[in-house]
Every structure is written in structure tokens, then in C-alpha cells.
């Protein structure tokens, strides 16, 4: 059952994920990570009860957002648009919306990591208002071993610095 809905731009949709979503949502991940989840992985996050989301056009699922959640604080865990739909301001009106709603469920702060050599990643988060925190060495696997990973944050309230 669909408990968040919300119209974004040019008739597309961010709504909550679904089991009959992650063949979809697996595909793209694949598309767009060099190590990607696996469908498991994102069985496992609704199960969890993580804030898991697909942006969605006519019944084509075009990208995803993975929130976990612990008390007053979210964590941006994974975040991807279909190749046919990047570059469409997607992952920005889903995001604005997400951290809307985020901040209704009084959440004061966002985190997340990025791969080091995702520049597009980093520039659209630091749009956004993320500052960069601090860094995890090798963090990231690659196809030739490890890369650093970039962290990041977003107060949603004033008490969070």
C-alpha cells in the first residue's frame, strides 16, 4: 500500500517502493554503479522499514532514493537515476521533496558519503546546501580496489551544525 505520493515535475511521481519495484530499481542500480546492491540488498532496506522511494512516470520507474532513520537524524544511503532520465533535474526535485518530508518527520540532519570521483554527486549535494564533514579512506570498492569516500551533511533545523 502507497502512503507517500507526491507529484515532482513534468509528470513525474515520488512514491514509496514496493517489492514489485526492485527488479526496476536493480536494473538501474546496475546502469549506474560500478559495484552495485543487489536485489537482496534492497529487499533487506524494506524490510528494515528504511524511507525507500521510486521516481515513477507512467508506470516507468526512472530512479530511487534509500533514507534510513534513527531518531532525529537520516541518512542518505543510496540514490540513483535511470541514464535515459539523468540530467533532468530529477534527483534534485526528489531529493527537495524527500528532505521536505524529512523535516515534517522533525528530522534535524541528513548524512551521506560519496564516492570521491563522483564530481556530478558532490556538486548537486554542495547545490543543495551539504557540506563536506570529513572522509573514509577506501571506503568504496572499484573494479582496480578501493576509493575514498566523501561525507557530507545537511542541517534541516538551526540546532544542527
Known sequence: MTHYHVDLHAGFVLRDMGED???AVTRIEEA?????????VFADCLKAGYDCHVIERDARVA???IFSRVL??????????APAYQRHGLAWASLRQAFERLKRLDTGIVYLEVRESNAGARMLYQKM??????ERKHYYRT???RENAILMTLPLRGDHK
Open 21 to 23: 519495484d526492485l527488479a
Open 129 to 134: 546546501g551539504f557540506a563536506i564533514t570529513g
Open 32 to 40: 549506474c554503479q560500478v559495484t552495485p546492491w543487489s536485489r537482496g
Open 72 to 81: 532525529d537524524e537520516a541518512h542518505l544511503l543510496n540514490v540513483a537515476i
Open 143 to 145: 573494479q582496480g580496489g
Open 63 to 65: 530512479g530511487f532514493q
